[in-house]
Structures are given as C-alpha cells and as structure tokens.
C-alpha cells in the first residue's frame, strides 16, 4: 500500500483586516524532512501518517505541508500556488492507494468559500474514484455536504482545547488502513444543525456530548462521529455546525446517527454557546477571589482565531487599577520585539505598545519599561495527551516589567497555550495574583491544574460573539442565534 499525505492549514477570520498571504505559511517541504528528519510542531500530524506508515509497512510519499495562523482571507494566489504544489507532488507519486490530507476546514481565499472542498475535490479528479481519500479537520469547521461525498474518511476533533489532534490522526489511519483491507466500508451523513457558536469542550453539557460520542464509537457498526463547531466569524453561506456520522455500509444508519445526536446538541443550544464576560466585571471577579492565580482568558483579542493580538484594553485596565503581581502574554508587536533585542536585561526604556492593527486593539501604551527578559525564538508545548506535546514558535519574545506587572510581548503571532510563556522567563506563575492569557480555550489545558479560577473575558476585541450584530454579508437568518428556533433542513 502506498499513501501520499499533505496538509493546508489556516482558519480564515473573514472579518480581519489583514489576509493572509504566502509569507505567513509555515512550509514544510519533502527536503525538511529527509533522512528521517522529523516532522515537527504543526506538522505533527504528518508525522503520525510517517510513523503510522513505517509501522503497517506502507510506502509513504509526502507533498508539502503549510500553516499560517489565522487572519483574514488567504490571498488568491497564495492558496493557489499552496494548493497546486500539494496536486503536482500527488500527480508525481501516482499511483497511489489513499490520500491522507490535514486540512482545517474553515479556509476561505479570494474566489474560494471553502478551500478544503477545492482541494479535495481537484485530489479525486486526480485518483479517480476507486482511492480512498482521509481527512482531518479542526474542529471549527464548515462541512460542506460535497466535501463529504467527495472523501471517504474524515475525522475530526472532538476537544476544545484541541488535545486531540494526534488522537484523530491515528483514528484517521485506521480506518483508512481498515478500508483499504477491506475490513470496513466507510459510508458519511451530515446533519445541518443551523446553528452558530463556540463550544468548550471541558464544561458540561459538552463534556457529556463528546464522551456520547466516544460511548458510540465502535458499538453497532458506527466507525467514527464528530461535531463540526463551525467557526463562526468565517463568514461563508454554509457557516454552521454540523454533526458527522461514519457507520460501516450503512449510509440509511449513518443518516439517523447523524441526525440523532444532531438534534441532541439543536436541543442544547442554551447551555453550550458560551460568552466571554465584560472588562470591568471580569476584573472585578478576578480580585475578589482573593488566591491566585486567576486566569484570565483575553478571549476576544485571540490570535488564534484570527484577532490581532496587540489588544492593549487589558493592560489599560491592568494598570488603571494597580494590578501589581500580575502578568499578561502575549502582545504581539514585532516592532518593541525588534528595539528590545538589541539591549538587555536591566535596560530601562520607553516603548509604544501594542494597539496598532485596529480600532479593536485600543490605544498605544506609552510606558516606561525595564527589559526582566529576552528569548530568541521562543518555542511552548501544546499538550496532547497520550502523545508529546507539540512545540510551537513563539518568534522572539521578550518580558518588560511595568508597575509590578509582567508583559509578554513577542515577534510571531499566536495565542498562549502553556504558562511556558511566562516561566521560560523566570516568572513564577504560582505566586501571581492574576494571568492574562490572550486566547479563547487552548490555553485551558495547560493552565487549569494551576489556576485558582478561570475567567473568560471580551475585552472589547475583534471576536466579538454577539453574532447577529456582525457584519455578515451571506444570509444566516435562519440560523440560532439569530432565531430562536434554527430551521433544519
Ligand atoms: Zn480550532
């Protein structure tokens, strides 16, 4: 058996006013990782496929693998060049038996609504229809009802925060490798929940959803289910979760599963959608608690969903009030990153943080800073459970100290996953009144066995979740929230 694998990866905020083109991908080529080089941080999922491979004695063949972390809409001619590297490489490596992508799913380019169900499909033109086609995808995903016709196997998270990602790959080998033996006959329905949101996964009534799921895998020939989140500021006609089922040659049965546990979550729809809480209140409740740390998830200003992440709101208020013992991370502002390299610790100096990419981001602090560290090239671990973490730039970063608080600031967007992005500096995260981590859910599984609370927080940035009241220009009128009762087709 021979497999080809290749990933395009990035969430497209369609709202954000900066897109993403060519140079934000991170690209891992066939050179990067020959002579056993391992595939590394968000091309870890190609090296579950490389080892999965090396174990079944399958010959492995390798594309390209590209992620860039969300921002607006991909550049038309970035996804193009992107895309048509990863059909020539599988064109080369025909003959093949299956096709094993990482893809996200919620990847919007100019001229394209969804860029997954163009992959994919130019990937069957080229096979034909007798390979088997495998895919994963994060789970805040648009799932287009052609996507799935067009793959044979997709397997999606199921945790928010997404510990799960190396999980699914092995999943999704299986029952590829199952298909291929012939062992199993994978058949797909979808069912349109219509609905809009963000749901996360440790808090009940989630929590009990996905275990649901897990519960039903493997029992009466059901194979695989996952929840399509959606990601609700890509703005798409088919933006919406969905409910996946894979039941083993038994579409009829794969349509009712579907539709079962879709109808479950419609009827959840109150108590999973949750919504980050105001400044001044979220702030209120982090000093009353009296111990910390409290743990302050900066949610609406998350890089990770396509926010600029130099929101200054925070840190206003941090500093407004006197927050002294505290810290924050991490503001991305290239430019201080930059200044600061080039002194050291000790330093005092003026800088002109952050708030710089929008209105959402607030003002530019002037403050007066003394440089407590500087990493080149910092690297967190993203927890998965079962598997290594997965290491993630940082891009330089350093820490500057400002009336007893501890600033983050770094050169590469991304969200905060671990406390790494304190301690690499020395700062005690225990002993801290209050963290301020910019990042909706990811940040969770790292952060919860030390904090003494967690608090979601909208300071006012660009993942604003009151959904009716953005910007929309497709029509989700009959979609919650926007009706009370979603109409399912
Ligand atoms: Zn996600």
């Not at 991909?74 to 020539?88: G, K, N, Q």
Request: net charge negative.
């Amino acid at each position: 058996m021979k497999i080809f694998t290749s990933g395009l990866v990035t969430e497209t905020n369609t709202f954000a006013p900066f897109p993403t083109g060519l140079k934000d991908f991170q690209i891992v080529r066939p050179i990067d990782v020959a002579d056993g080089r391992p595939f590394t941080d968000w091309a870890a999922v190609m090296q579950v496929f490389r080892e999965e491979a090396e174990a079944r004695g399958w010959e492995f063949a390798f594309g390209l693998h590209a992620v860039a972390e969300p921002a607006g809409t991909t550049v038309r001619s970035a996804y193009e060049t992107l895309r048509d590297e990863i059909l020539v490489a599988l064109q080369a490596a025909m003959p093949v038996d299956a096709v094993l992508l990482d893809l996200h799913g919620a990847m919007v380019a100019q001229g394209y609504d969804d860029c997954e169900e163009d992959i994919v499909s130019r990937v069957r033109d080229i096979v034909g229809p007798d390979v088997i086609i495998g895919i994963e995808l994060d789970l805040h995903c648009h799932v287009l009802q052609s996507l799935v016709d067009t793959a044979d196997v997709i397997c999606i998270y199921k945790e928010y925060p997404h510990t799960d990602i190396l999980d699914r790959a092995h999943d999704l080998v299986k029952l590829v490798a199952e298909t291929h033996e012939g062992k199993i006959n994978p058949t797909m329905a979808l069912y349109n929940c219509q609905m809009v949101g963000m749901y996360l996964t440790p808090y009940e009534p989630m929590r009990s959803f996905v275990d649901d799921m897990f519960a039903a895998e493997g029992k009466d020939r059901v194979l695989s289910l996952s929840l399509a989140h959606c990601f609700p500021w890509g703005d798409v006609p088919h933006l919406g979760t969905k409910m996946l089922a894979i039941t083993d040659g038994n579409i009829q049965q794969a349509a009712n599963v579907a539709a079962s546990f879709g109808k479950k979550f419609v009827a959840m729809r109150h108590e999973v959608d949750t919504k980050p809480r105001g400044l001044k209140e979220t702030f209120d409740e982090a000093v009353a608690v009296g111990n910390g740390p409290v743990v302050i998830a900066d949610a609406t200003d998350n890089p990770g969903g396509g926010a600029p992440s130099d929101s200054t709101t925070a840190l206003r208020e941090m500093l407004d009030r006197g927050l002294t013992n505290t810290a924050i991370a991490m503001i991305w502002d290239p430019v201080i990153v930059n200044i600061v390299m080039s002194t050291e610790v000790g330093a005092i100096l003026d800088v002109r943080l952050g708030g710089k990419l929008g209105p959402m981001s607030g003002d530019p602090l002037d403050l007066q800073v003394e440089v407590v560290g500087i990493i080149p090239q910092m690297v967190q671990d993203f927890p998965q459970p079962g598997s290594e973490p997965i290491a993630l730039p940082c891009g330089d970063a350093v820490a500057l100290r400002c009336q007893g608080i501890d600033i983050i600031v770094n050169s590469l967007r991304g969200q905060v996953f671990t406390p790494q992005v304190f301690t690499n500096f020395g700062i005690d995260v225990r002993q801290k009144d209050i963290l301020v981590v910019k990042s909706t859910q990811h940040f969770y599984a790292a952060f919860a066995p030390i904090a003494s609370k967690i608090l979601y927080m909208d300071a006012g940035g660009a993942l604003q979740s009151d959904y009716p009241s953005l910007p929309y220009r497709h029509d989700h009128s009959h979609k919650y929230p926007w009706i009370e009762d979603p109409i399912v087709t």
